[in-house]
């Protein structure tokens, strides 16, 4: 506190000659800067203590964005028929009869009417969707590309898998995985149209083998044609399947994905208790130096700093150390997230990323949290008068 002092009483020259009566942010800056480098080791341990609670919270922001729009994604022109479980896909049976009053239903304004297999399958402590449609419609309905191999035979027992499936699991071309019972060799990795969904792919024919249930399926894809009306269509196949669900397939994603998506609020409210979290921390350690340093802070209001302007210091003070925690941690954070491109989470694919504004939206809440907590730290011990800081 020595070189605040000395800086203090050039500044109240200057102030007078200016005729100014409060230092300027930039001198209470600099002031607050030359204490932190007279007591470097205090000071890098107040740094470290926040380092955790800053790193952690860029760490959530980004699993929290990713979750946000989990299953918000799909082709709106495929209009997806099926029943009201959607979380229980074992139990949706779907016939010939279906299919045909979907197919009259949509008529002309109808590219394709086809049906989907679909299947959870828990593999490696994994849970994977298993999908099932005719090769032929992978690319032109479901928006697959194939980007290894070649697609599978319906005569063989054979599978592609997602590129998702592929970076979770290690799987690739010619590994050989039991399904259902049944070993399956991968003959082709495929990319998904922005699904995000970590799924196998059977050809349909040999899916209704596999579950020995011919002509059943849980789905059924209408793929509407770009000039047509998707809100009239969707309307004629309610009337025509009465109880069943029609909804476009990026709807019917975020009503299956939805329990997995609320733990993006889960993350958000984590991402708000750090914020606090650093609030304290800074509240803790200007408590901290105000019950070590009395004297000095009693020095400098006898030297004519007052109660306001001692907190503003420590305020900044305060900022300083959360800034310097909040590099660290931005530091340490982002090649994680950048070495961790994507994650399997109940079969759906999570690709957390640090976006910019979410990034600067932290900082200026977390400067601003560590100058509240530092300054209502302080108001309570600045009340005392000078003396008793002088005498404790």
Same mark, same amino acid.
């Given at each position: ?31 607050? +800067?030359?204490? #932190? $480098? %007279? ?6 341990? *107040? &740094?470290?203590? =926040?380092?955790? !609670? ?72 994994? +849970?994977?969707? #298993? $999908? %099932? ?6 690319? *032109? &309905?479901?928006? =697959?590309?194939? !980007? ?72 059924? +894809?209408?793929?509407? $044609? %770009? ?166």
């Amino acid at each position: 506190m020595k070189a605040l002092v000395k800086a203090r009483m050039k500044a109240r020259v200057k102030a007078r000659v200016n005729g100014r009566r409060r230092l300027p942010i930039g001198a209470l800056t600099r002031l607050a +800067v030359g204490d #932190l $480098r %007279a007591e470097p080791l205090r000071s890098v341990l *107040a &740094v470290l203590v =926040l380092i955790p !609670v800053a790193a952690s919270w860029f760490l959530l922001a980004a699993v929290a964005d990713s979750l946000g729009t989990l299953g918000r994604t799909g082709d709106a022109r495929n209009v997806v028929v099926t029943e009201q479980d959607v979380f229980d896909l074992s139990n949706i049976r779907l016939g010939s009869e279906q299919l045909t009053a979907a197919t009259e239903a949509a008529g002309d304004d109808a590219e394709s009417v086809s049906a989907l297999v679909m299947r959870v399958v828990e593999l490696d402590d994994r +849970v994977l969707q #298993l $999908r %099932a449609a005719e090769p032929a419609l992978w690319g *032109a &309905v479901y928006g =697959l590309q194939l !980007v290894e191999g070649r697609l599978p035979d319906p005569t063989a027992d054979e599978m592609a898998v997602t590129s998702a499936v592929r970076l979770s699991t290690g799987w690739d071309v010619g590994t050989r995985q039991r399904v259902f019972g049944t070993e399956f060799t991968i003959t082709a990795v495929m990319e998904g149209s922005g699904t995000k969904i970590a799924s196998l792919w059977l050809p349909l024919t040999r899916a209704e083998v596999l579950f020995d249930r011919p002509g059943e399926f849980q789905m059924a +894809v209408v793929r509407v $044609r %770009a000039d047509a009306d998707g809100d009239a269509v969707r309307d004629r196949l309610r009337a025509a399947l009465p109880g069943l669900l029609v909804l476009e397939e990026s709807a019917i994603q975020a009503e299956a994905t939805r329990g997995v998506r609320s733990l993006a609020d889960l993350a958000r409210i984590f991402t708000a208790i750090g914020i606090v979290g650093l609030a304290v921390g800074c509240a803790n350690t200007t408590a901290l130096t105000l019950a070590e340093r009395a004297r000095s802070v009693g020095l400098l209001r006898v030297i004519g700093f007052g109660p306001g302007e001692v907190r503003r210091l420590l305020s900044v003070r305060a900022s300083i150390l959360t800034a310097a925690a909040l590099v660290v941690g931005l530091a340490a954070a982002w090649p994680a997230v950048a070495s961790q491109k994507s994650f399997v989470l109940r079969s759906y694919t999570i690709a957390p990323q640090l976006e910019p504004l979410p990034v600067a939206a932290g900082c200026v809440l977390s400067l601003a949290s560590a100058w509240l907590g530092a300054a209502l730290a302080s108001r309570r011990a600045l009340r005392r008068p000078a003396g008793e800081l002088l005498d404790g």
